[in-house]
């Protein structure tokens, strides 16, 4: 039976305004085929606003170093406008613009222009209902195709995010490997979508009738008219109008972009909590009153209050996995700067986390973390001796250590290699590892947002592992990195896989 918007909404009655699972669901249900692809729109759809006000954005720092203070200015003025309008004549002189600055520069230093924006600012915006979206039809054998007026500088580090297989985008003139000035005609916007759209189906041997299109954008109606099934996503008022009038389904991605007042509030009050313990511990550590300084009190204000003024709930898996009874090494997956929150509220205040050494200069954060005692390490440092010896020092006096052994975390969440250090000092002193899954603490704070959201925070504690029990150091490590894997993969079924990261 061919699938068709009719029966996509069959059993939704008139409502065509759904929710994501249930849109999975009915993705689920669908057999596969070969043909099939699905279309997603980068800007409004794939992540939170526009994807050229990041790359501007490195632009104009790109000409201001460059001393080319005129077009940084210009770049600047419309980039704002586009901000606050999003119109489709605003967008395409945006274009223009940014091509014209572009003239004589080498195309290789577009493409790290383009990475940096993604780093400094389209990274953290990514939908994580959108990454469920890509791997559900993945999971059905879809073809995987952006389709955005964006160019190729702004979408590509996403789509090898995402492991979309194909990018139909704006393209820039290039001559002897530098910008000529011209972006080429027909830009991949309105019309020019869709003709993009068809050359595509046509390439994996189908038509338009057999393919998905996810967008926000009232522009994209040439082509949403066009495919079997539209689907409009966090839609304009004007597509809003349409989906309605043509009875497509609307979904709401809410993950990423501006938080409510709600958001806003909550964030405050959680950096209220942080900054209140930061100053009783340096209160009472000029006046020596311990009761203002201890471990305990900081540990409350931060694990308890912090996370009560943020909105974060815990469900907890193999609570009685924590150990009471001896020091251990916790070791946990890093997701956040939540994370901390997240395992002061679990574990209490005997223990002593080994953290990288320039957060001991952030403010705040770095006399808190001073005042419980952390371990700093300075990864470019080849002896790690006095570290070492700290720790040892910790569990030697029956205090835990918490350790993630990834060292760094990534954008997505996905698993990083695991380092050998906890390992190592697990045979050394001869204390278990508790390993600790951190499921979605990302979903509170994502990497590079400012806003915390409310969340359900999911947390598995396994097992302890004991000294010698899975071979040598290499294999525990490994073994324990490829658990964590496949946890993290059973649990978020719709996630996005490990091995592909950015």
């Known amino acids: ?25 009915k993705l689920s ?83 790290e222009l383009g990475r940096s924006a993604y780093r400094n600012n389209l990274e953290r915006r990514l939908y994580r209902e959108a990454i469920q979206l890509v791997e559900s039809h993945r ?54 979508k869709a003709l993009a759209a068809r050359r595509v189906a046509r390439k994996y041997n189908s038509s338009l009738k057999h393919c ?24 304009s008022s004007s597509l809003s109008d349409a989906a309605l009038g043509k009875g497509w389904p609307v979904l709401h991605f809410s993950s990423r972009g501006r938080p409510g007042t709600e958001g806003v509030l909550r964030t405050v009050a959680t950096g209220q909590a942080i900054a209140s313990a930061a100053t009783l511990a340096g209160l009472g550590q ?6 203002l300084s201890g471990r305990s009190l900081i540990t409350r204000l931060i694990g308890d209050v912090g996370a009560a003024a943020a909105g974060l709930d815990f469900e907890v898996e193999g609570l009685g996995n924590l150990r009471q ?19 002061a509220h679990l574990l209490g205040d005997n223990i002593v986390a080994l953290c990288k050494r320039e957060m001991a200069d952030k403010p705040f954060i770095g006399r808190l973390l001073k005042q419980v005692d952390t371990i700093f390490v300075d990864r470019q440092e080849r002896d790690q001796g006095e570290v070492l010896g700290q720790a040892r020092a910790a569990l030697d006096s029956g205090r835990s250590l918490v350790i993630a052994p990834e060292g760094t975390r990534s954008t997505l969440g996905d698993i990083q290699p695991f380092k050998h250090g906890a390992f190592y000092l697990s045979r050394k002193a001869g204390v278990p590892i508790v390993p600790i899954v951190l499921h979605n603490v990302k979903d509170a704070l994502p990497k590079g947002s400012l806003f915390v959201r409310p969340a359900t ?34 649990s978020q079924p719709a996630s996005l896989p490990q091995s592909r990261s950015a």
């Not at 929710?19 to 999975?24: K, R």
Request: charged share 20%.
């Open 1 to 25: 039976m061919t699938f068709t918007l009719a029966s996509y909404l069959q059993g939704l009655g008139t409502m065509t305004q759904i929710t994501l699972q249930d849109h999975l669901e």
């Open 29 to 111: 249900s669908l057999p596969r085929d070969d043909r099939r692809v699905a279309f997603f729109d980068l800007d409004g759809t794939l992540i939170s606003g526009y994807s050229i006000v990041g790359l501007s954005q490195e632009v104009i720092k790109h000409a201001t170093r460059k001393g080319q203070l005129v077009k940084a200015r210009g770049l600047v003025r419309d980039t704002l406008r586009q901000r606050h309008s999003g119109g489709g004549g605003n967008y395409q002189k945006l274009v223009k613009r940014l091509s014209r600055a572009l003239t004589g520069v080498p195309e290789d230093t577009l493409l």
């Open 139 to 192: 999971a059905r054998g879809d073809h995987l195709v952006l389709v955005t007026a964006a160019s190729r500088y702004q979408a590509e580090p996403i789509a090898k995010t995402l492991g979309l297989d194909e990018i139909c985008c704006t393209r820039l003139e290039v001559i002897d490997g530098k910008f000529t000035g011209k972006a080429i005609a027909p830009l991949c916007y309105g019309e020019g």
């Open 212 to 235: 998905w299109f996810y967008t926000d954008s009232s522009a994209d109606l040439p082509l949403l008219r066009q495919v079997g099934m539209p689907v409009a996503v966090n839609p």
């Open 286 to 291: 000029r006046l020596g009153i311990k009761r």
């Open 325 to 343: 009874d001896q020091a251990c090494i916790y070791v946990f997956n890093h997701q956040s700067l939540l994370d901390g929150m997240v395992l």
């Open 457 to 490: 925070i999911r947390i598995s504690v396994l097992p302890a592992i004991w000294p010698g029990e899975s071979g040598s150091i290499r294999q525990s490590c490994a073994q324990l990195e490829e658990r964590y894997i496949q946890l993290l993969r059973q």
